[in-house]
């Protein structure tokens, strides 16, 4: 005899499912035997237990996520569990800038600027405070008084004081802002407020150097993007005694509000000068956010598996964004693996979010903090991201018939598809350009757009020395097109004048891997030098031999201190390699499209093209239109 299963089923998680399983388990109880649960007040309680079933589920699922950090959503949780990986997320950082500051007053011998100095700028109307955060004393030499490369820290200075009471068992020392930047943090312990004796105490970074006699403390961040400072127990690191005074000194900044400021006014007085002035060396850079959590997720277990030391190239890629907080992206390779090959070093080259290079001061600085985690046979070097620009040629043919479109409404929406993937799919390293993947989004981009032919170059910039003999390499580290020998010319240029010769030059090669200079008469091309340099096809490097570049001519219409080359590489890929950088030159491409005659409802349609990006034209310029799509 069947039986009726009268267990209650408990593994849907769904709302009606819960209460659909609740009504079947009642209906196989002798006492709801043709009970009708949606004509009654059952239903109502049916629905209560359903949801409070639900949102019990719910909220176990969520508590089982968060015991996880890849699955984790809570910043408190992410921050607990990169704790227990020996991790602390990075803070809010504070604009930097460094100045020379220079005491005109004579009868000054010497002066001191002190911590929490004051120099003020304006950025987009906003006035921002930016500080000294160390002393700094120096001496009239040779009747000059200056401050060479200071530092200067957007922000405020704070100080908060606690006066230790150990039977205090939740007392703790907390840092309250959460736009602190715990960089600029001072910890100083004073032995009483009777004894005005002061310890300063550092950051422990290295468990294993600290002894129960070190003055150190520790920083973790808590609740609220607070960070708290705490203390050894005695045993690791100094531990504190009651009516001990614990002073921490920082900055409070506006993290990146500040970036790009320039110009700096000083104190109306520097010690007892107030004739003094402001030379800017760098410009404030590096304001940024506190770590997101996204960030804390990728890095934390990338810190701890490289257990603070730098040895691969994934332990630098983790070591860097924690030294230099403006940090989008970075590419780091062994000196083997450079061209040329220097043995002995780790090259580091970085993206910054602000797009700007690493200053020099900013590179000698990231390269001393490095050589704490390197050992000590390496030499970290940091190099300058190379941009290689990708120049399209884009024809698409649309069905006129299925949009009411205008023909530079659809090339609007085209530039806007190259435009979002340039933003989305490039600008950092190792992205590279996925021919296939941009051309199907072209086609995406509008119902009616039917097919496209597209074309593509590459183009890069260096920067000559004028009047002085000097060897360029121009590193595109992809293939170039040349099928066979003597193939036509695949590379130009903007135009150059050298010494010796007034005519506008332009570069293009023979096929066989020389570089030449040719200048225009007319329209007809004259070779003014059949051996300007070498070409190599396979790794897409162009060196120009020794030259004396005078001058160079405008380049998109307007005064350049660099001259372009532009090249058809071998492949419609191309593939970033160390610190190369693919960006899509949007002001240089062109876009235009045409009814398709075959899909429109007339095949006499008139075809009508239009260009809503064009190429920058001038006399000075001479840019091939070759592409390796064009029949070679």
Do not use: C
Not at 453 to 472: A, D, G, R, W
């Amino acid at each position: 005899m069947a039986t009726t299963d009268k267990r209650l089923s408990i593994s849907e998680l769904d709302f009606d499912d819960i209460k659909s399983n609740l009504k079947t388990f009642l209906k196989n109880q002798t006492e709801f035997t043709d009970y009708d649960f949606e004509g009654s007040g059952m239903s109502a309680l049916l629905d209560l237990l359903a949801y409070n079933t639900h949102y019990l589920s719910m909220n176990a699922n969520l508590l089982a996520n968060e015991m996880f950090i890849d699955t984790a959503s809570l910043r408190s949780s992410v921050v607990s569990h990169a704790k227990t990986l020996g991790y602390t997320p990075r803070s809010a950082r504070a604009s930097q800038a460094v100045v020379d500051v220079t005491i005109n007053d004579t009868s000054v011998t010497t002066s001191t600027l002190s911590r929490g100095t004051k120099f003020s700028t304006l950025v987009d109307d906003i006035t921002y405070n930016f500080l000294v955060n160390e002393d700094r004393t120096v001496s009239r030499v040779d009747n000059v008084l200056t401050f060479d490369n200071v530092t200067l820290f957007e922000g405020t200075l704070i100080t908060t004081r606690y006066v230790v009471d150990s039977s205090n068992i939740d007392q703790r020392f907390i840092i309250p802002d959460s736009n602190a930047d715990t960089t600029t943090l001072t910890v100083v312990v004073q032995n009483s407020a009777t004894d005005s004796t002061q310890t300063t105490y550092n950051l422990a970074t290295d468990i294993t150097q600290v002894t129960d006699t070190t003055n150190a403390y520790f920083l973790q961040e808590i609740e609220n993007g607070q960070f708290q400072v705490y203390f050894g127990d005695s045993v690791i690191g100094k531990g504190l005694s009651d009516n001990n005074i614990v002073i921490l000194q920082y900055i409070v900044t506006n993290k990146g509000a500040a970036n790009g400021a320039s110009t700096f006014t000083p104190p109306s007085s520097i010690g007892s000068s107030s004739d003094n002035t402001v030379a800017t060396v760098t410009s404030a850079v590096g304001g940024a956010e506190s770590e997101s959590i996204e960030s804390i997720k990728l890095n934390a277990p990338l810190d701890y598996a490289s257990q603070g030391r730098a040895v691969t190239t994934n332990d630098f890629k983790v070591i860097v964004p924690t030294l230099f907080a403006n940090t989008q992206s970075v590419s780091v390779w062994g000196g083997e693996d450079n061209d040329p090959a220097s043995y002995g070093k780790v090259f580091i080259s970085v993206k910054t979010t602000t797009g700007s290079n690493l200053t020099s001061t900013q590179k000698i600085t990231l390269q001393n903090n490095l050589k704490n985690y390197v050992v000590s046979s390496v030499r970290p070097e940091v190099v300058d991201p190379q941009t290689i620009n990708v120049r399209l040629t884009v024809n698409f043919k649309y069905n006129s018939t299925v949009t009411t479109k205008s023909l530079n409404d659809l090339i609007a929406l085209v530039n806007t598809t190259v435009s979002n993937y340039n933003t989305n799919s490039l600008g950092t390293f190792n992205s590279p350009f996925r021919f296939s993947e941009l051309v199907g989004q072209i086609d995406d981009t509008d119902s009616s757009i039917v097919s496209n032919i597209t074309t593509v170059q590459m183009s890069k910039i260096f920067t000559p020395t004028l009047n002085e003999s000097s060897s360029y390499t121009i590193s595109f580290n992809n293939g170039l097109f040349n099928p066979h020998s003597g193939h036509s010319s695949v590379i130009s240029s903007t135009g150059f004048k050298v010494s010796g010769n007034t005519n506008e030059l332009f570069l293009q090669d023979d096929g066989n891997g020389v570089l030449q200079t040719f200048y225009l008469s007319g329209t007809t091309k004259i070779i003014a030098n059949s051996s300007f340099g070498s070409v190599n096809y396979e790794t897409g490097k162009v060196v120009l031999n020794s030259a004396t570049i005078t001058s160079i001519s405008n380049v998109d219409g307007s005064a350049s201190t660099t001259i372009r080359v532009v090249v058809v590489p071998s492949s419609n890929d191309v593939i970033p390699l160390r610190n190369d950088i693919i960006d899509i030159d949007i002001s240089n491409s062109t876009i235009t499209g045409q009814v398709d005659a075959v899909t429109s409802s007339s095949s006499s349609a008139t075809t009508s093209t239009s260009s809503a990006v064009t190429s920058a034209s001038t006399s000075s310029s001479y840019i091939s239109s070759s592409s390796s799509s064009s029949g070679y």
